[in-house]
């Protein structure tokens, strides 16, 4: 465990100490208080606080003489005064005087927050970042700890461009997770304190996505009852992710050219310039350049998102990495279904190796998860995937190979119509007649 | 260990059976009850809001083997900030979830549901530290800190495998 940063809480009323210390006891800081200025430096000579909040107002030792002592006995901490608003004047005298900020009561959550967050980088940078570097790879080990040359490259590139504030533009098939690797991005920049906010372009309509992205002010359009923050107000002094950039229509493509070049937007239906402050990282599986050389992407948009580019291999270029991938699966289903299966069979194994993952890692999750449910002995058989069946013959008609084909891309997609139809290159309506056609039925 | 949703005072009919229906393991299998609560005691006039750490308070020490949460519809407040969705006693097995600023703006049907996941996240957000949890940085992760309505939608109802770990490990 890594050491948590220290805070002390100075305030004469106990409702005001005890509340600021749940608040962040929650945020995961060690948190202590002081009724007086004489118990803080106490405190703050017994624990090496890092970060004290102060009343201004006390009786005995205020805020102002508190600070001062401080600084004396621990120079290298830091105070954040607290203040009700008549005393502001007092708390710009604190300033002066070598106050981190000062805050006004009671407080926003979102600027308390921000602000100790803010001062609790400079403690906890290392410390911070390495517990960061533990969850992301606890959340998703499976494309991290294949220990393969082609993902070994990937990280390198993320490690590479994180540190900056460039844009990226993740590459490669549905599936390879592109997600991840956006999020890896935001964990290891500087911006990882803030937010990651992640929108799925392909999944919406032109009006939607513009709403959902920029936000948008009541009676903007009919049904926008209420104003609603988008998610690039939400990425503030963070990252936002968007997915399938390639599916955003031109008009977006305008807006959000605009943004990037002056950092600020404007709600849906507003006139006020919101100051936007984010890094911006995006993935596609289409050609971007065909689609650029077609017309049917903007040249001046391609150039902004695509500074640095990190493209993923599909699982069938590594495919030395899917028995690790696919023991790292096994065990993470067995575990949640709480089922004992050891392993899988020499020919299960074979069959997982050959097989060529048009869905990729995705896919091949949902084909060990599958495996799981249908196993009733204590290791997977080739017969508990769907594609270890007879060999595809030859004889088959062209409409088998496309019921095939669509059942194992919808498999791959875990049915969802939408990335799939995109997957298939065909439009959802067609999709949903072909599935009616051969009888498919979403589970 | 087994999970008690409390309807504090008002509460619309369906809504905690439809909030726990919603709840991931650990708290699958609980139940609903319901709870007569003194509001006044707790209400600030001169901020038109309830103090979330009294009216946790009122919320009975939860016997062995128990989690209590309580659901309302009052804006609260604690005395050093200007609102909190929820809050509870870290460690305690008690907390309280308010849905007054979780509404989204939207109507018809589909706020309903909106509402009902944003209620259900927050939920499982105060269980988990009611269990011991802090924040967590994983931005899906139901306990990582929202300060907006629409942020809670950017969360999933349920924890991400670190948290699931720390969380199985200390029960
Ligand atoms: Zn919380
Ligand atoms: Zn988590």
Redesign the interface.
């Known amino acids: 465990m890594t050491m948590p940063v220290r805070i002390l809480v100075v305030d004469d009323?106990q409702?005001?100490r005890?509340?600021?210390a749940?608040?962040f006891?929650?945020?995961?800081y060690d948190v202590s208080v002081a009724a007086s200025g004489k118990d803080a430096l106490a405190a703050v000579a017994r624990e090496g606080t890092n970060i004290l909040l102060v009343d201004i107002k006390m009786p005995g030792m205020d805020g102002l003489e508190l600070q001062r002592r401080v600084r004396e006995l621990a120079p290298d901490a830091t105070i954040i005064i607290?203040t009700a608003y008549a005393s502001v004047e007092t708390a710009v005298e604190a300033l002066k005087e070598g106050a981190y900020d000062y805050i006004v009561?009671?407080?926003?959550?979102?600027a308390?927050?921000r602000l100790v967050r803010k001062a609790a980088e400079r403690y906890s940078l290392l410390a911070e970042n390495r517990?960061?570097r533990?969850?992301?790879v606890?959340?998703s080990p499976a494309l991290i700890t294949s220990g393969s040359p082609a993902m070994a490259k990937v990280m390198e590139l993320v490690d590479q461009v994180a540190p900056t504030d460039t844009n990226v533009l993740i590459t490669g098939e549905s599936g390879t997770g592109k997600e991840l690797v956006a999020h890896l991005v935001h964990?290891k920049s500087t911006r990882?304190f803030g937010?990651?906010?992640?929108e799925n372009c392909g999944a919406l309509a032109e009006g939607v996505l513009e709403s959902e992205l920029f936000g948008h002010e009541?009676g903007a359009f009919t049904?926008?009852?209420?104003?609603?923050?988008g998610k690039i107000e939400?990425a503030n002094e963070g990252t936002l992710f968007l997915d399938e950039i390639g599916d955003v229509p031109p008009k977006v493509q305008v807006d959000l050219l605009r943004v990037l070049q002056e950092h600020e937007l404007k709600r849906v239906g507003g006139n006020e310039a919101i100051k936007v402050d984010f890094r911006l990282v995006t993935a596609t599986h289409r050609d971007l350049e065909a689609e650029v050389a077609a017309g049917r992407f903007r040249d001046d948009f391609y150039f902004r998102i695509n500074v640095f580019q990190i493209p993923l291999p599909p699982l069938r270029e590594r495919a030395g990495d899917v028995p690790a991938l696919a023991k790292h699966f096994l065990q993470q289903f067995a575990n949640q279904m709480n089922r004992r299966i050891s392993g899988f069979s020499p020919d299960a194994m074979a069959a997982l190796v050959a097989y060529p993952w048009p869905g990729n890692v995705r896919e091949l999750a949902n084909a060990i998860e599958r495996a799981v449910v249908l196993c009733r002995g204590d290791r997977i058989e080739a017969n508990h995937f769907p594609f270890a069946g007879p060999p595809a013959s030859a004889n088959l008609s062209l409409a088998a190979v496309e019921e095939a084909h669509i059942r194992q891309i919808l498999a791959a997609c875990s049915h969802n119509v939408a990335q799939a139809a995109r997957e298939l290159d065909i439009d959802r309506v067609t999709l949903y007649n072909k599935m009616k056609k051969y009888g498919i039925e979403r589970p | 260990m087994k999970t008690r949703l409390l309807a504090l005072g008002d509460v619309p009919p369906r809504l905690a059976e439809a909030v726990l229906a919603g709840l991931p393991r650990p708290y699958t299998g609980g139940e609903v009850g319901r709870l007569e609560i003194a509001l006044g005691r707790c209400y600030d006039r001169t901020r038109a809001q309830v103090d979330a750490a009294c009216l946790i308070e009122q919320i009975p020490e939860p016997g062995p083997g128990w989690l209590l949460l309580g659901l309302t519809g009052v804006d609260l407040f604690m005395p050093a900030l200007t609102y909190v969705f929820g809050i509870s006693h870290l460690g305690g097995r008690r907390g309280i979830v308010s849905w007054f600023r979780l509404h989204p703006e939207e109507t018809g049907p589909s706020a309903q549901t909106i509402l009902i996941r944003r209620i259900t996240t927050e939920v499982v957000h105060e269980l988990g530290h009611s269990l011991g949890l802090v924040h967590c940085v994983v931005p899906e992760c139901a306990m990582h800190r929202s300060l907006w309505p629409e942020g809670v939608d950017l969360k999933h109802p349920e924890y991400c495998p670190a948290c699931l770990e720390t969380l199985t490990s200390s029960l």
Do not use: Q, Y
């Open positions: 009323e409702h005001i005890n509340s600021l749940t608040w006891r929650e945020e995961g607290m009561k009671p407080f926003d959550p979102e308390v927050s517990a960061l533990e969850r992301i606890g959340a964990a990882r937010p990651f906010v992640v009541r049904g926008a009852v209420g104003r609603h923050r939400m």
